[in-house]
């Protein structure tokens, strides 16, 4: 059995991430004028809080962030968002999403998109499975709703837990042949490597996950499992290895606002 070494490294290669300052002016005013949906759960919330943290501190980006999924909601320029499904049941958000969708939001929106959870791919999942489902569904609602741009977004990574008493504990689990959250990720990826192959062309795909693995630093954070490298999350972003603390929410949000706002510009 290969073994799993716990630590987080960092490639030394560089990345570049794009700077919220640098979007124009121009299409922070496109985006204040649409009608954007947003279903989530945990870590979506933590994403609100980080759009929160940034129109507090930039007053040229101007949303109307409201928790709402009624069709009414969206009469006005709005950034709405809602939980969808359950945590560990995809097929509960992608139902969910397309019902609230089917119940009046999908004819009003100009954007909607949602994302699933950690949790909800883990080693015992079935990549192509969810992926299929989820297609099958985007596609639908994209014939029924063709003024509305949907959005496909990666699912989050973890990172190694913080606290020594944890980190131990994971590291014997891998020791005795348990895995942990090295192979979750590795499910995850895969999804995620289905998701990029089939959307990052279309100028509608935010890939969450890489962010995530982006250390403030500009430096691409994995695990080593043998000698292949697993993405994960940067451990500067989180507290308990997977919810997103001030500085990992901030992060992810800039660049879904650049994202929206590129969207917004083309529309």
Same mark, same amino acid.
């Given at each position: 059995m290969a073994v799993t070494r716990i630590k987080t490294r960092t490639d030394s290669n560089k990345i570049t991430l794009p700077l919220i300052d640098d979007v124009q002016a121009e299409h922070w005013a496109k985006l204040a004028q649409k009608k *954007? #949906? #947003? =279903?989530?759960?945990?870590? =979506? !919330?933590? *994403? +609100?809080? =980080? +759009?929160?943290? +940034?129109?507090?501190?930039?007053? !040229? +980006?101007?949303?109307?962030?409201?928790e709402a999924r009624e069709p009414a909601a969206f009469d006005r320029p709005v950034f709405a968002h809602s939980q969808v499904g359950m945590n560990t049941e995809p097929f509960s958000k992608i139902e969910r999403f397309v019902e609230i969708m089917d119940a009046g939001v999908g004819g009003k929106v100009d954007i909607a998109f949602f994302k699933f959870c950690y949790v909800d791919i883990m080693r015992d999942s079935d990549p192509r499975e969810i992926f299929d489902g989820y297609s099958a569904a985007m596609e639908e609602l994209t014939k029924r709703y063709p003024n509305t741009k949907f959005l496909h977004v990666t699912v989050p990574i973890r990172s190694v837990p913080k606290g020594a008493k944890r980190r131990l504990k994971q590291t014997v689990k891998l020791l005795i042949g348990r895995p942990g959250f090295v192979e979750d990720n590795m499910m995850r990826l895969n999804y995620n490597d289905l998701l990029n192959n089939a959307n990052s062309k279309t100028g509608l795909f935010f890939d969450l996950a890489h962010v995530e693995t982006v250390n403030s630093s500009g430096f691409r954070c994995y695990a080593r499992k043998g000698a292949e490298k697993v993405s994960a999350l940067a451990p500067e972003y989180t507290e308990d290895g997977g919810h997103l603390n001030n500085l990992g929410r901030k992060k992810v949000a800039e660049q879904l606002l650049i994202i929206l706002a590129e969207i917004a510009s083309r529309s």
């Amino acid at each position: 059995m290969a073994v799993t070494r716990i630590k987080t490294r960092t490639d030394s290669n560089k990345i570049t991430l794009p700077l919220i300052d640098d979007v124009q002016a121009e299409h922070w005013a496109k985006l204040a004028q649409k009608k *954007i #949906f #947003f =279903g989530h759960q945990s870590v =979506g !919330y933590n *994403i +609100i809080d =980080g +759009i929160t943290d +940034i129109v507090n501190e930039r007053d !040229y +980006i101007k949303l109307n962030i409201v928790e709402a999924r009624e069709p009414a909601a969206f009469d006005r320029p709005v950034f709405a968002h809602s939980q969808v499904g359950m945590n560990t049941e995809p097929f509960s958000k992608i139902e969910r999403f397309v019902e609230i969708m089917d119940a009046g939001v999908g004819g009003k929106v100009d954007i909607a998109f949602f994302k699933f959870c950690y949790v909800d791919i883990m080693r015992d999942s079935d990549p192509r499975e969810i992926f299929d489902g989820y297609s099958a569904a985007m596609e639908e609602l994209t014939k029924r709703y063709p003024n509305t741009k949907f959005l496909h977004v990666t699912v989050p990574i973890r990172s190694v837990p913080k606290g020594a008493k944890r980190r131990l504990k994971q590291t014997v689990k891998l020791l005795i042949g348990r895995p942990g959250f090295v192979e979750d990720n590795m499910m995850r990826l895969n999804y995620n490597d289905l998701l990029n192959n089939a959307n990052s062309k279309t100028g509608l795909f935010f890939d969450l996950a890489h962010v995530e693995t982006v250390n403030s630093s500009g430096f691409r954070c994995y695990a080593r499992k043998g000698a292949e490298k697993v993405s994960a999350l940067a451990p500067e972003y989180t507290e308990d290895g997977g919810h997103l603390n001030n500085l990992g929410r901030k992060k992810v949000a800039e660049q879904l606002l650049i994202i929206l706002a590129e969207i917004a510009s083309r529309s």
